[in-house]
């Protein structure tokens, strides 16, 4: 059991340029968010999806395209990077299972640098 | 909007002593709170509490939830140099948009 795994670990990026975060977990789990932590902000959700083919918008999704079509895997694209999407990038995912669905499980975290 | 507060924002000790972090939470349809430690790394949880007045303890950590007043602590008793890290608390919120809204984090330095 894998868990949630992320790729790539590290990433710099020129202003403007695109990329895709990739994200995988092999519990089966419904629910898979993805958020940004920058220094002192906390985690800050910007999409999350409830199940494949089913994603919304969290707190800051500006900038940020994501889809689900399956249930392991959630890719989040940054389209035109900027600066100010220097940050780091955790995928998490958690069950929708009563007493389990609370408990989220994180990958490891991509740190992103757009220069 | 949903509000996660924790406090103090930063905190430096001397191991061997004993810290209090708070929590406060505003949250529509409430669930549970969260407790994560993180170390230059991703967060990994802690304590997950639903119900005010119970303790949920491991080893010198142990945490209690208040949800008349709306507010959880992290004690951590006989502090070591290895529980230096960021402690996040995070409310999840229930219906069908499942939400967890974390607060900003305490940083934890213990010196030896």
């Known amino acids: 059991n894998a868990g949630v795994t992320q790729t790539p670990k590290f990433q710099v990026l020129k202003t403007g340029q695109s990329m895709t975060l990739q994200c995988a977990q092999d519990?089966?789990?419904?629910?898979m968010s993805w958020y940004r932590q920058d220094p002192g902000m906390g985690l800050r959700l910007i999409h999350y999806s409830v199940g494949a083919g089913i994603t919304d918008q969290g707190e800051v999704p500006n900038g940020y395209n994501v889809s689900r079509s399956t249930t392991e895997d959630f890719p989040l694209r940054l389209l035109s990077a900027a600066p100010s999407q220097t940050s780091v990038y955790f995928c998490?995912?958690?069950?929708?299972?009563?007493?389990?669905?609370?408990?989220?499980?994180f990958g490891p975290g991509t740190r992103l640098t757009v220069l | 909007e949903d509000k996660v507060v924790q406090s103090p924002l930063s905190l430096v000790v001397h191991e061997g002593d004993t810290v209090t972090l708070n929590c406060s939470y505003e949250v529509t349809n409430f669930r549970s709170l969260l407790w994560y430690k993180q170390e230059k790394k991703a967060p990994t949880f802690l304590f997950m509490l639903?119900?005010?007045?119970i303790e949920k303890k491991s080893g010198r950590l142990s945490s209690i939830l208040d949800k008349k007043e709306l507010f959880s602590i992290l004690n951590i008793t006989a502090t070591q140099t290895g529980d230096s890290a960021i402690y996040l608390c995070a409310a999840s919120s229930g219906g069908s948009n499942y939400k967890l809204t974390f607060g900003k984090g305490t940083l934890l330095t213990v010196n030896p």
């Open positions: 639903t119900s005010s007045g």
């Open positions: 998490a995912s958690r069950s929708k299972v009563t007493g389990r669905a609370d408990t989220q499980y």
């Open positions: 519990m089966n789990h419904e629910y």
